[in-house]
């Protein structure tokens, strides 16, 4: 039994991709869970795969060859050169929403990797299993920065920059988010892309954009270092009126983090890739259900109230 959990970018989402730094945070409340059995009498390289959240219901050998979960096997393969895993069967569950900025694809990728490597007694080391899980990221995301496998992988807070080596977050307050879902699924992959293209054609606009999310990201850095709460509130509004500009926001983004404003929160930005997909609202403990009931009331899906803990080694 493996397990892997959920994530949230607290800031600098898209900028992170130019080598901007970024803040995430894991979510534990939300997590994908892998178990995995022998299959006994099957021939070694056989497996059955149970994923009753995506009504997936398989062998490995009938998954096209381009399906997540036969990439990520095959990776297993070569990685442990030892020829065909021994057959087995795997069942993958997940509170996590799919295609809504929560990490789901990297939690499932982190959780396997952990399942079959403790299945064949193999150790993998957090900073191995990391570079396997960007491998992945990679194939399914064209150009992603490794955020969201790195802050999945070691569950940890992690102030992130691509080429640095990874900084793991002094939390000095314990923080409270509502994180709501706009109910619009949408591929990073195509985000991502689209950011691409329109910083080619206006390199000079989207550069000064990415600067100016890097300023905020070392201020955020700062207020939950101190416990500043509000200032960190008014850097999430403002990293969501750069991620307007930017062009990775949407109508109804717009409005549930106006909603959770107007709700109390201290800041409320779109969280992932943007387009659809999650926000995130800081709040006081005590509004935050006010704060989620008003998400739910503009229409907000799958909202809830999550704690993120101090740290202070
Ligand atoms: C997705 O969670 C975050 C993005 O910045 C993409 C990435 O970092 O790979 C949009």
Known sequence: MASAPAK????????????SPAIAVPITQAKTSVRIQPWI?????????????????????DLPPTHPLS???NLIESDLRRGPLPAFRMKITSTIPVASGLGSGAAVSVAVLRAVYAFVSRPLP???????????????????SGIDNTVITYARPVFFQRGHPLQFLRIAQPFTLVLANS????????????????????????????????????????ALETGDHTALGQLLDHNHALLQQIGVSSPILDTLTQA?????ALGAKLSGAGRGGNLIALSQPERAPEIAAALTQAGAKNVFITTVEAVHE
Request: with cysteine.
């Open 8 to 19: 949230a970018i607290l800031c600098g989402e898209h900028a992170v991709v130019y080598s």
């Open 41 to 61: 009498q099957a021939p070694s390289g056989s497996v059955w795969i149970d994923a009753p959240d995506i009504h997936l219901s398989t062998a490995r050998s």
């Open 71 to 73: 990439v990520l096997l």
């Open 126 to 144: 957090l900073e191995r299993l990391n570079e396997l899980a960007y491998q992945v990221e990679k194939i399914h995301h064209g150009t992603p």
């Open 183 to 222: 109910g619009q699924p949408s591929r990073t992959a195509d985000v991502v892309a689209d950011v691409r293209r329109a910083w080619q054609e206006n390199p000079e606009t989207y550069q000064d954009y990415f600067n100016q999310i890097a300023s905020l990201v070392n201020r955020a850095r700062a």
């Open 260 to 264: 959770a404003r107007q709700a109390g």
